[in-house]
């Protein structure tokens, strides 16, 4: 169904949303899961949304935190050749007003960085990361942030999501929400509307304000 949302700003969510970095999350946690004897497929379901120390607390919670946190992190480093654009995401992003827009991600600064650089798509002004937030998605955090940054209140704003977690967490700060279904189904994911990736995002304006035509598959 063709249908067209209007706003003041966009956040986009970085892993399934802007860069398709699931070669990397995929090897890292895997290769993890394997170390402490955990069954890679819940890991791999667990995992999304999350930053890496909350999700290591929820599966590893006798391991020593940071050690493993680090780990995680220096393998997901070590991989990130293997991140590449979502479809649709270098035109998306070409074609929105500059300081209109921004990241909002459970990734590290460096990390998330590094990956969308690799990826091809250049950073926004407004990119908030794991450590710039007390309390890691579903809490509303990391998006009232972003929109605050942007110049605009949480509910003037448009996110694209990939993850329950980040579905939550948008919803909670008052924005209208865009699954994108990169891994998860729509009923999954709960948000009010859906797209297989990017392309299927037109962008357009009208005097100040953004228009975002969706071919929604909610």
Not at 45 to 66: H, W, Y
Not at 68 to 93: F, H, K, N
Not at 94 to 116: C, K, V
Request: charged share 20%.
């Amino acid at each position: 169904m063709l249908i067209e949302l209007e706003t003041s700003a966009v956040i986009f969510d970085l892993d399934g949303v802007l860069v398709d970095s699931s070669a990397v999350v995929d090897q890292t946690w895997i290769e993890w899961s394997k170390r402490h004897g955990l069954d890679a497929g819940m890991v791999l379901r667990t995992i999304p949304g999350k930053r890496t120390r909350d999700a290591v607390l929820l599966l590893a919670p006798d391991s020593d935190i940071d050690a493993e946190t680090a780990r995680i992190m220096a393998r997901e480093e070590s991989l990130v050749e293997l991140a590449v654009p979502i479809p649709g995401a270098a035109a998306l992003l070409a074609q929105l007003p500059a300081g209109r827009w921004g990241i909002a991600t459970s990734g590290t600064n460096p990390i998330a960085r590094s990956r969308l650089a690799h990826a091809g798509l250049d950073a926004p002004e407004v990119f908030i990361t794991a450590e710039m937030v007390s309390r890691g998605k579903p809490h509303p955090e990391v998006y009232t942030h972003a929109a605050r940054a942007l110049g605009f209140d949480a509910a003037q704003c448009v996110v694209f999501e990939d993850a329950p977690s980040g579905v939550a967490s948008a919803t909670a700060a008052g924005s209208t929400v865009v699954g994108v279904l990169t891994w998860a189904e729509a009923a999954l994911l709960g948000a009010a509307y859906a797209v297989q990736d990017l392309r299927a995002v037109r962008p357009g304006r009208r005097g100040s304000t953004i228009l975002l035509g969706l071919h929604d598959e909610s």
